[in-house]
């Protein structure tokens, strides 16, 4: 089994900053990608920004620009650095790992995180 553990949110006004953490821990497994999306009230979950472990990043388009995702390998821990924050950036943040399991499972999985509050007041 593979968990995922956030944290970093929290409330900030419009145009300031929050960083999320999210540590991936478990039986022998290695990371392909991790990610972070949201979900607002009355809407539908959407892509945040994503890394694999080589590095390469994805971003989705409304937070181009003002947020910078990292990954920690030897951590297994993703970052979201969120900068200029708008109140539409209000949400439930939840990180998502794909992941090779060679432990008691064993195979590619997808994990999610439990989520955790983004509140930007304007």
């Known amino acids: 089994q593979v968990q995922l553990v956030e944290s970093g949110g929290g409330l900030v006004q419009a145009g300031g900053s929050l960083r999320l953490s999210c540590a991936a821990s478990g039986d022998r497994f290695s990371i392909n990608t991790m990610g972070w999306y949201r979900q607002a009230p009355g809407s539908q979950r959407e892509l945040v920004a994503t890394?694999?472990?080589?590095?390469?990043?994805f971003y989705g388009d409304s937070v181009k620009g003002r947020f910078t995702i990292s990954l920690d390998n030897a951590k297994n821990t993703v970052y979201l650095e969120m900068n200029s924050l708008k109140p539409e950036d209000t949400a439930v943040y939840y990180c998502n790992a794909d992941v090779s399991a060679f432990g008691r499972t064993v195979g590619r999985l997808e994990v999610w995180g439990q989520g955790t509050q983004v509140t930007v007041s304007s």
């Open positions: 890394i694999m472990r080589s590095g390469s990043t």
